[in-house]
Every structure is written in structure tokens, then in C-alpha cells.
């Protein structure tokens, strides 16, 4: 998920999860290491949008998918995944 960051949220659902992270990494470091990481566990990234102070990643792999919501708050970092089986 991401090494030292504090969880706000963890959310079940019937098909997956959500959970949302806090970290003082920088986003685009964030962004960066999330996009290799996926890539290099094999997940196809299906969507990548850089606004500035927020990126969206998503991620298809078999039957599950993964986005990916990172954002500039207050000097630090939000991270936000959900993960979902089809």
C-alpha cells in the first residue's frame, strides 16, 4: 500500500475494498512508484490522468481491477485505492 503512511479508512464491500492512506511523500513520487509497481506486478494500466494536484491510475489484471485517487492535502499526500473482483 505504502510504507509509514497513516490509514483513515478501510471500507468492505461484496466485490473488493477501499481504503484511503496519508503519507508526507510527495505525489508525484507517489504517482511514480504506484505506476512502476503495478506495472512491474503485472497489472495493465487502463486509465492515467495528471490534473496537477491529483492523479487517477487504473489497473486491470484477470478478472480484478484497481483505481487509484492520489492527492495533494494540506502538505501531504492522500492516497485512495479501490479493488474490485468482477
Known amino acids: ?3 509509514k503512511a497513516k490509514i ?3 471500507m468492505q464491500m461484496p ?3 477501499s481504503i484511503s492512506l496519508q503519507t508526507k511523500e510527495a505525489l508525484s513520487k507517489v504517482a511514480t512508484t504506484y505506476k512502476a509497481q ?3 506486478n503485472g497489472w495493465k ?4 490522468m495528471d490534473m496537477g ?3 487517477m491510475l487504473a489497473y486491470k489484471k ?5 483505481q487509484v485517487v492520489i492527492a495533494a492535502s ?5 492516497i485512495n485505492i479501490t479493488a474490485m473482483t468482477k
Open 1 to 3: 500500500l505504502w510504507p
Open 8 to 10: 483513515n479508512m478501510v
Open 15 to 17: 466485490q473488493g475494498l
Open 38 to 40: 503495478m506495472a512491474k
Open 45 to 48: 494500466e487502463t486509465m492515467s
Open 53 to 55: 494536484g491529483q492523479n
Open 62 to 66: 484477470a478478472d480484478r481491477t484497481v
Open 74 to 78: 494540506n502538505n501531504e499526500t492522500v
